[in-house]
């Protein structure tokens, strides 16, 4: 079966640092572009970050020098690596595989991030 | 990332039909036919329902439909269900910011 399974969310207070871990099955995470999409409670959805084929990286401002997005193939496994957090960053985060220009069809059920100050 | 704009809300009642509209300019969704919707109801994670403007994924319903007219793009549902009772968010590919793409703020649909 192909999907996505989320992990490592939790609370932390602000200046904190999480991982979060999205485990795939069903297909191999770096022959795909790969997202991480956030959304905040009773908000819409926002990227976040994204991890091309070719390892190349991309991060929204508002991430840009806190998160880290990377890849371990032999887990087929993506990270988000959150440092320096604040309480705007609270919000559910999905990873997402991108199959066609930034077009997403397979997500994760989720991982839930708060922090507080 | 500039917000791709969406109605709040939208509703009818079963067996009727609405359409979602999503703006965006030349740089994105009149650029590009890379236009994708999502369904998501709540606590779920978001489910592709249209790509590339009008494509519909295998098993998504052919009551979804897709189209676009110059920097606007439009979700119809056709005989409206209580199941599609959701939020409905368009996304556009985009080379306007670093991650080449930009989500509309979502639409909430109720089946009245």
């Known amino acids: 079966e192909v999907q996505l399974v989320e992990s490592g969310g939790g609370s932390i207070q602000a200046g904190g640092s999480l991982r979060l871990s999205c485990a795939a099955s069903?297909?191999?995470?770096?022959?795909?572009?790969m997202s991480w999409v956030r959304q905040a409670p009773g908000e819409g959805l926002e990227c976040v970050s994204v991890?091309?084929?070719?390892?190349?990286?991309h991060y929204a401002d508002s991430v840009k020098g806190r998160f880290t997005i990377s890849r371990d193939n032999s887990q087929n496994t993506i990270y988000l690596q959150m440092n320096s957090l604040r309480v705007e960053d609270t919000a559910v985060y999905y990873c997402?595989?991108?199959?066609?220009?930034?077009?997403?069809?397979?997500w994760g059920q989720g991982t839930l991030v708060t922090v507080s100050s | 990332q500039s917000a791709l704009t969406q109605p709040a809300s939208v509703s009818g009642s079963p067996g009727q039909s609405i359409t979602i509209s999503c703006t965006g300019t030349?740089?994105?969704?009149?650029?590009?036919?890379?236009v994708s919707w999502y369904q998501q109801h709540p606590g779920k994670a978001p489910k592709l329902v249209i790509y590339?403007?009008?494509n519909r994924p295998s098993g998504v319903s052919n009551r979804f439909s897709g189209s676009k007219s110059d920097n606007t793009a439009s979700l119809t549902i056709s005989w409206l269900q209580a199941e599609d009772e959701a939020d409905y968010y368009c996304v556009s590919f985009t080379r306007s910011n670093p991650l080449d793409v930009v989500f509309g703020g979502g639409t909430k649909l109720t089946v009245l």
């Open positions: 590339d403007v009008i």
């Open positions: 991890l091309d084929v070719d390892g190349t990286t």
């Open positions: 069903g297909f191999t995470v770096s022959s795909n572009f």
């Open positions: 997402a595989r991108d199959f066609s220009w930034r077009q997403f069809d397979i």
């Open positions: 030349s740089s994105d969704v009149g650029g590009y036919n890379y």
